[in-house]
């Protein structure tokens, strides 16, 4: 019997890792295959031929994209409007969320209620009407008109995160700061905001993450090649796919690496954050 | 509130308290009065008159024209079909995202050497932005170089597929793009779910002698339930409505616009074709779609919430 216990657990433990195995190698195939192309010189990107890493692996592609392409300049215009997005959404949800969760005010469940329903919308529906709006204020083609929609479509979330976090932090901290002198603002800013920082951060990565990983919106309002962000600059490698796709490759790594990293040190918080914020719904 | 903030506003007159909320809310209520409800109802008119290209500016209300058009007459691609593939495509994302999430978490949730390098390799398609997931994919589907069919044909001694080139096969491959995108996040859920799960519940199961699929279904899925249920709900509103995975795989739809969910035929109508009010009266089904199945889910899953 004892014996019969131990070889089962033995077996549970090789499959257990097997599947693990199997499927890290499963999430791992496309970034393995990304690295790969980038490493690749420009006469073997139409390889047929399945190797770890190339045998005649290069940098070549990764220099031409900072020598040949405007990369860098991409790259300033999608740190410039996520820097942009990220300001607005922290500065309105910090504030907006607070005032959702520890006042009662007139419109305050409808206000609610609307932020919830944003998330059912299709992205259509507010796309198709804030590009007519644009064109009638002459924002298309310029940071401003892609900021306010970048901006509008992370606001509800973000309200909604920080408004979910703000209702963990007992009152009872206000009132010991207002009876030790505090204004109302004061108790907020000085005692409560610094306490909220963890969902200040998702807040901000969030904001981040929308603007800096966002082609659709982008590839309708912003049309000027000089105020493409990263997405269009990508996209436009793929579709010229059999010669630029070796920089495609390299392009895509250098984008993707310090997102995933923030992203990867932030996902529990990120976990916590959207269950918090739906369960309390 | 309670007491001392009462007597503290008294003192400070409400009048200043009142002030206090304005500048807290007021702020964003006006920024999403702009961005949000404006365009809600521009979005509702739109969808009740003519707009398009060639009349942007001379545009006029013509009732549900729109609606009956887009029940009635058998456009290209047809309505019915489009969502009959929404359908499918939520419908199969969300189950394999369910159960390999919950699969893995599972897995994961046992006392394993190395298990948090796992983790964080298996959270990786969820961190990686989506625009690039769909292009790389785009790239490995691709029919003569793609890694897919290099593998399917060298390794398996199978004939190529033609991914992209034919509807089916196209749409197949931007479901198991999304996929491979969508399980980490229903695994990290269901990992904190899970280890929420007080331990003696199992030790208590096997003193009275539990098997482990009695653990399984008695235990471990009922108490993930309640996180889960407002989990699945987020992630069929997400999948409903994700628009660059189709988009970008199938390239704007192709094959001639037979791979379409109904956010990328939206998109498409919007963008390439201009018929704005058509798309609007589009985005509005595909709204109270949606708010009618989150409001059936969530009520049917209270419902029987109360039934354990």
Redesign the interface.
């Known amino acids: 019997m004892a014996v019969q216990h131990k070889r089962w657990s033995i077996l549970h433990?090789v499959l257990?890792?097997s599947?693990?195995v199997v499927?890290?190698g499963?999430?791992?195939?496309?970034?393995w295959?990304?690295v790969n192309?980038s490493l690749r010189p420009g006469n073997r990107l139409?390889?047929?031929v399945?190797e770890f890493i190339p045998g005649d692996a290069t940098f070549d592609n990764y220099v031409r994209l900072f020598t040949e392409r405007d990369f860098l300049l991409w790259m300033w215009n999608s740190a410039l409007v996520s820097f942009a997005v990220t300001v607005t959404g922290v500065a309105?949800?910090s504030?907006?969320g607070?005032?959702?969760s520890?006042?009662?005010?007139l419109?305050k469940k409808f206000?609610l209620l609307?932020?919830l329903?944003?998330?059912?919308?299709?992205?259509?529906?507010?796309?198709?009407?804030?590009?007519?709006?644009l064109?009638n204020l002459g924002l298309i083609n310029t940071y401003l008109g892609i900021i306010?929609?970048y901006?509008?479509t992370a606001?509800?979330f973000c309200?909604w995160t920080m408004k979910g976090y703000y209702d963990t932090i007992p009152?009872s901290l206000?009132?010991a700061a207002?009876?030790d002198g505090c204004s109302?603002?004061g108790a907020?800013y000085r005692v409560i905001l610094p306490l909220a920082s963890p969902a200040l951060v998702i807040t901000a990565l969030f904001s981040f993450?929308t603007a800096?990983?966002?082609?659709?919106v982008a590839s309708?309002i912003l049309q000027d090649t000089l105020l493409w962000t990263l997405?269009l600059g990508?996209?436009s490698f793929?579709a010229t796919?059999s010669t630029e796709?070796g920089m495609?490759g390299a392009a895509?790594l250098i984008?993707?690496v310090p997102?995933?990293i923030l992203?990867?040190a932030l996902?529990r918080w990120l976990?916590?954050g959207?269950?918090l914020g739906?369960?309390k719904? | 509130?309670?007491s001392?903030?009462s007597a503290?506003e008294k003192r400070?007159g409400v009048g200043?308290?009142?002030l206090?909320?304005a500048?807290?809310?007021l702020?964003?209520?006006v920024?999403?009065s702009g961005?949000?409800?404006?365009?809600?109802v521009?979005?509702v008119v739109?969808s009740l008159g003519n707009m398009n290209l060639n009349r942007?500016r001379d545009w006029e209300l013509i009732g549900f024209r729109q609606y009956v058009k887009i029940f009635t007459e058998p456009g290209q691609p047809d309505f019915y079909s489009v969502f009959l593939k929404t359908i499918i495509w939520t419908g199969v994302n969300i189950v394999f995202h369910v159960a390999?999430g919950v699969?893995?978490a599972l897995?994961?949730n046992?006392r394993?050497k190395g298990?948090s390098v796992?983790r964080?390799?298996?959270?990786?398609?969820?961190?990686?932005?989506?625009?690039?997931?769909a292009?790389?994919?785009?790239?490995?589907f691709?029919y003569?170089?793609g890694?897919i069919n290099?593998?399917i044909t060298?390794y398996l001694n199978l004939p190529a597929v033609e991914w992209l080139r034919s509807p089916t096969e196209a749409f197949i491959a931007c479901i198991l793009t999304n996929v491979?995108l969508g399980f980490?996040f229903m695994m990290?859920?269901a990992l904190?779910a899970l280890q929420s799960i007080p331990h003696e519940l199992y030790e208590a199961a096997d003193i009275d002698g539990a098997r482990w699929h009695h653990k399984l279904r008695r235990i471990t899925l009922p108490l993930i339930r309640?996180?889960m249920v407002?989990?699945i709900?987020?992630g069929v509103?997400w999948t409903f409505?994700n628009?660059?995975i189709v988009?970008?795989v199938s390239n704007t739809g192709e094959p001639s616009d037979n791979t379409h969910i109904?956010?990328s035929f939206?998109?498409k109508a919007?963008?390439n074709f201009y018929s704005?009010s058509y798309?609007?009266a589009?985005?509005?089904i595909?709204?109270v779609i949606?708010?009618a199945f989150?409001l059936i889910f969530l009520t049917k899953s209270r419902a029987t919430e109360a039934a354990y």
């Open positions: 433990k257990s890792y599947v693990l499927f890290a499963i999430a791992l195939f496309p970034i295959q990304v192309i139409l390889s047929t399945l309105f949800a504030t907006a607070y005032g959702f520890r006042f009662r005010f419109g206000g609307a932020l329903t944003t998330q059912m919308f299709p992205a259509t529906m507010l796309l198709l009407p804030m590009y007519i709006m064109i306010i929609v901006s509008a606001l509800p309200v009152v206000e009132e207002r009876i109302s603002f907020f993450m800096w990983s966002e082609y659709l309708q997405p990508l996209k793929e796919m796709w495609y895509s984008v993707m997102v995933v992203f990867l996902s976990v916590s959207l269950t739906s369960v719904g | 509130m309670n001392l903030l503290t400070f200043r308290q009142q206090f909320i500048f807290l809310v702020p964003s209520f920024i999403l961005v949000v409800f404006y365009p809600f521009y979005n739109l942007i390999l699969f893995l897995v994961l046992q394993l298990k796992f964080t390799v298996l959270i990786l398609p969820w961190a990686i932005p989506q625009y690039i997931v292009l790389t994919w785009r790239g490995l691709n003569e170089y890694a290099l593998i060298k491979w980490p990290v859920v904190g309640p996180v407002p989990a709900t987020l509103i409505n628009l660059n988009w970008l109904l956010v939206v998109f919007a963008f704005f798309a609007s589009l985005s509005m595909i709204f949606l708010l989150t």
